[in-house]
């Protein structure tokens, strides 16, 4: 045992022996995951722990199967979340920025119209001239 990384204890599913800190108890784990450990290490009980990298793995072999459950197979699409998951990584583009250069002048200029229509500064100015256009003829009116 060393001061920095805590007590150490065995992993039962992999072997491994980890900190106490990257440790979830049993009952922590969701019971489609519980089954799925269980089913691979019939001896892991409610009053086990699972480590972190365990727990990761059944999380996706659970998510792999309910995908396969829901569509009858994995399509490629599938396999690359799957894969990202595991790899803690982004799949998605920016579609902000993909979107952009596709657009035409004439979407780029609605937008900028747009943008500045739903704005505080045109609903200020458009107020302001609504309310100057009924004092004028308000005072035309009454003289």
Known sequence: MTASTGPQVRCPVCGEIRSRAVMVPAAAVR??????????????????LLCLSDLHR??????????????????????????????????????SVTTEERMTLGSRVADRVAAFGGSW??????????????????HLLLT
């Open 31 to 48: 019971p489609a995951v519980r089954d799925l450990v269980r089913r691979d290490h019939p001896e892991w009980t409610d009053d086990d």
């Open 58 to 95: 059944y999380r996706l072999a659970q998510l792999q199967s309910l995908l396969v459950a829901q569509r009858g197979e994995l399509t490629s699409l599938d396999r690359e979340v799957v894969e990202s998951i595991r790899k803690n990584e982004l799949i998605a583009e920016n579609v």
């Open 121 to 138: 500064t045109f609903l200020g100015l458009f107020a302001g001239t609504i309310l100057g256009w009924i004092a004028i003829n308000t």
